[in-house]
Structure formats: C-alpha cells, structure tokens
C-alpha cells in the first residue's frame, strides 16, 4: 500500500492585501503551511507529500515573489517524508520562463515522473507560452510534451496517478467557479488538455489530481476519476475560515481511497 497527502495553493505573501472581496484568507497562509506540515509528520506519516502549486500570491515584483517562494519552500524543508511539487500560475506569472523558479526549488524540470512502489506518478508542468497573454502559464512546453509522451509510451501498463496544477476535465458547473473570468473558463485549465487526455486514454491511470480551480470535487471523464482539490487558504463560505482542505490518498493494488479533511486555524 501506498499513502500519499496532497495539498496545494497556499498563496502566501508577505503583505495582507486590501481585496475588496477576501476570497484568499492569504494573511493565515503561514500558519496553515506550518500546520499541514506538523500534522504530515505527526499524524498523517503519509509515504509522500505532493504539493499542487500556488507557493505564493504573484506581486508586480519577481523578487517579492522570489523571496515568497523561498521563504515557503524552505518550510517544506521540515517534511519528514519524500516531497513532489508542482509549478503553479503564480510562480510563474512574473517570470520569462520556469527555470527562474526551478532553480528556488532546485528542480532540473518541470514535468518529471517518479516510481513508487508498483506505482507511476506523474507530474504534469507548465511554463510561459509567449503567444497567448490571456492565460500564459498553462502551457506544456514542446521540451516537456517531447518529455511527456515517451515517458507515458515507455510506462504505459504501469498503474499510474496524474498531477496537474491546472484542470483538465471538462466541468460543466465552471461558469460557477468564483475564479472563473470567462464565458468558458479557460483561464481555470490547462490549455494543451486535449492532446493531453487522448496519451491518458492509452495508458493505465488510476486516478488525475488538479487543483487551481479552488475548489473539491470529482469528475469522471472517459472512465478516469479526476480528482480536484481546493485550496489551503480560500474563503469558500464567505465566514471567514479558511478552506484548509486537503487529500488523503491509499493505493492499495488497483483501488484507490481518496478522503477529504481540512485543517483548522
């Protein structure tokens, strides 16, 4: 068996800024990291931790962001177990391209896999595509889609789990979504997400995991559960509670056992 915690988009930043609507409670987004990481090495005791993306709230600064990202990433340094994270829009949105942001976390790439147990995991990237400003970051680069596929070619009958910062699944409540700024919620998902799920169809996957969209649900699509997961600090009810949500995951031979929980402040 298997376990894994997953959580993401933490958005912290080191000012509190004066939203109009405080939909991102970002002023708890340094104790709840510190939070989720006590409970992953005192409770939890997970095999490994996976983190969806979002370290910080973007700035008009790449240094404000640098300094954000480092001062998260070196709490992650605490986990007492393998750790695997994704790259999220924040991370990137003031970067020409995601090697500024490898390099904090000292990561060779951005879409990488990882053998655990009999099981294939892997890690869906994105950098900056400088042809489409409205929704840049959510772009797999040629290098990784090249990456990609011979990696999914080369471990097709291995059981393998996805994760995604940005949706993939098409969701038919979307235009619910508070973040959702369009009439067809692009800006929430992965652009390249069709050529994506046509190499997903020809291989084994158990389970998809997303996050980005700030808020937990399942979809099935093309018989693959996708699994999205809200965010660390969102004010989902409007009370002023941050969601605190994350993932619990066993995968015990080909089921798999996904629990929500949520930390309080």
């Not at 095999?47 to 910080?56: C, K, S």
């Not at 992650?76 to 790259?87: A, D, G, T």
């Not at 489409?132 to 291995?158: A, G, M, R, V």
Request: glycine share 4%; aromatic share 10%; hydrophobic share 35%.
């Amino acid at each position: 068996m298997l376990k894994l915690c997953i959580f993401g988009d933490i958005h912290y930043i080191d000012t509190t800024p004066n939203w109009p609507v405080k939909r991102k409670l970002v002023e708890y987004a340094d104790v709840l990291t510190e939070k989720m990481i006590s409970k992953i090495n005192k409770e939890i005791k997970p095999d490994i931790v996976i983190f969806m993306g979002d370290f910080i709230q973007a700035t008009n600064n790449i240094e404000t962001d640098k300094k954000n990202i480092l001062h998260i990433w070196n709490k992650f340094k605490q986990i007492n177990c393998p750790y695997y994270v994704l790259l999220g829009n924040h991370e990137l949105k003031n970067v020409k391209n995601n090697k500024e942001i490898l390099n904090i976390i000292d990561y060779k790439q951005a879409t990488y896999s990882i053998d655990a147990d009999e099981y294939h995991l892997v890690f869906i990237g994105t950098d900056i595509n400088p042809n489409d400003q409205s929704c840049s970051t959510q772009y797999i680069s040629p290098i990784d889609w090249k990456w990609l596929k011979k990696d999914l070619e080369n471990n097709k009958d291995k059981k393998t789990i996805v994760f995604s910062h940005f949706g993939i699944a098409e969701d038919k409540e979307i235009l619910q979504n508070f973040w959702c700024n369009t009439h067809d919620g692009e800006n929430l998902m992965l652009r390249n997400r069709n050529e994506l799920k046509k190499l997903l169809k020809k291989i084994n996957v158990l389970a998809v995991f997303c996050a980005h969209l700030h808020w937990t649900k399942t979809i099935k699509e093309d018989g693959i559960d996708y699994y999205m997961i809200g965010s660390l600090t969102e004010n989902v009810n409007n009370d002023g509670i941050p969601d605190g949500v994350y993932f619990t995951v066993e995968l015990n031979n080909n089921r798999i056992s996904v629990i929500e929980n949520h930390i309080s402040l």
